[in-house]
């Protein structure tokens, strides 16, 4: 073992005979040149070497060998910084000896001991051939040494890495710039230390995957396109030497497969995205499948002979996309929503039925005794319909209570205290669905909501009711769970608030609302803030709801001194108010925040 390591010229071992020494029987000086001196002198590892007699011959090809390491070895080494542990099998008489060693890192023996019993006294480890050459015996020294930064750290620190400016790694193997080189402590030995903010040095422990720029997800700098189906924002990333997985969208790959001058393509479909994304993604497939060649930028592939049987299927899906997307058409319902909805087989068949009744205008079959406002549920969200009596028992009428053309199709009514119906003039069909309800139905219809209130004779009821409204689309919003659904709710609120302050320039009230809109979408600027400070000024402390008005302000403020003055001038009943108003829920934001901080 000694001249083995004594033919490493920057190497002086110190290893003891007769293994009297406890634990480790020496250690391993290296040097930063030829000439030893204590100048030239870089650091000690220390190694554990043992020797043992065996029947039969180690092959020279066998490159690996399991031995056994003592639980009191692997804990000396932990405490200490690490070191090298070697293992010599040799025949009765001394000859063929074979050395194997292994790098027993902090963090390596962590691992090790974590997989055990705590009882154990003895752990398996997997040793490596060492190699013939002086200056790979000498990097394995190195690298032993450089994992002595690991005693001070604790394992299962990798949330570290987030923190890190830069990384610094010493391994044996390097890194190829052609092909992906993967670090893991159970297959090959390197130590990874992460420079933080201030200069402080850390080892971590993770795993690693260095990958070369081929190999990372990037934008593609060309279109892809079969048929009349082109996409042009896509990405891609190469898997191996031959192959690289392209990303056309949500729901479509192509893997490109290159083989001597043969370039194989393989489609990947799913149903994800929206609607109208799907049905592009379907034609797509659906013009290879015809034959089309695939055309990656100005390289055309060549036509197949297509396949019958699968174009007969995408036919099939197209035709249910296409009833989908008109369904959704019909109720208004936003296609970038439709991303999140779930279709299983009985979601499918109830949307078909909805586009029967509503697109189609038709009777649709049903067993249902009922009449009146139906909730279906579609994944997380619902869909409102008012289902009606039909020309017989067995079919019923279905239709969307937000589209402004069936309004007179159906009336609203109210339960009172004994449970009978009285019908209620609400103005717009807006009035008769909570907060809760809108923060989950998607038909909506908000881009007509200002058309459903510019209708209405009575202006100054209008405009009151607009008011409300636009406070219960941000109360919904923040209900909502899902962000297309808040961000719709919002600008809805968006499009109903410009309405009123064209038509009430002067209104305070819709100045806040207003704000309290940009608040929410994080757009209030220093100008809005100091039109709020400006408005607080000028404020009638007379005049009706003024400390409400006032109080709102400094919500938007963010001056909690200030507010709790205000909310200590309030009566029971203003103050139960303010608390249901949506800009109340921008306070519980800001203290939830400060609470966090």
Sequence with gaps: MSDRVALCPHLNPEISHGDKTPITDGHIDFFSAKKHSKKTHEGRVPVQVKGRVTKARIKASRQHQSFSVER?????????????????????????????????????????????????????????????????????????????IQSAAGSGNGDLVNQAESLRIHSLIGFDEDRPTRLSLDETDYVVVAQLRGGLEVAIDIDLEVLPHDYLERDLAVSIRCGGVEFTDGSGRRLDENTHLLHLSAGLELRLTVEASTVRTTLHLTREGTFRQQAKNVDFVLAAASGSPIVIGGFSGDGSDGDPKLARQLDSVRAELVRLMELFDELGVDDALTSTIPIDDKTRRMLLALHEG??????????????????????????MVIVMPAEDEEHRRVVDPFDPSKRDRFRIYQLDEEGSPHPVDWGTVYESVTPEDMASILNLRLHEVVGAYEAL????????????????????????????????????????????????????????NWWQIQHRLGALTNDDRQSIRSARRSLDRNGEQAGLLEACLLILLGDEEELQLVLAELGDHELDALQ??????????????????
Aim: include cysteine; hydrophobic fraction near 40%.
């Design 358 to 383: 509503i697109y189609q205008d038709r009777a649709v079959r049903g067993s249902s005794d009922g009449t009146g406002r139906y909730d279906i549920p579609v994944g997380e969200k619902r869909i």
């Design 580 to 597: 249901s108003w949506p800009v109340w829920a921008l306070r519980r934001e800001k203290a939830s925040e400060s609470i966090e901080a």
């Design 457 to 512: 004779e009575d202006r100054a009821s209008a405009w009151n009711k607009a008011n409300l409204m636009v406070l219960r689309l941000l109360s919904a919003a923040d209900l909502a769970e899902d962000g297309g659904q808040q961000r719709y709710l919002v600008g809805g609120a968006i499009e109903l608030c410009k309405w009123l302050m064209g038509q009430q320039p002067d209104s305070l009230i819709h100045r806040i």
């Design 72 to 148: 009191e070895v692997l804990d000396f080494f932990r405490s200490h910084g690490g070191g090298l542990y070697f293992y010599v099998p040799m025949r009765e008489d001394g000859s063929e000896r074979e050395i194997f060693y292994v790098i027993l890192l902090p963090f390596k023996i962590d691992r090790l001991l974590a997989n055990g019993d705590a009882k154990q006294k003895s752990f398996t480890v997997k040793l490596s051939r060492l190699p013939a050459e002086a200056s790979k015996v000498e990097r394995i020294v190195r690298l032993a040494w450089s994992g002595r």
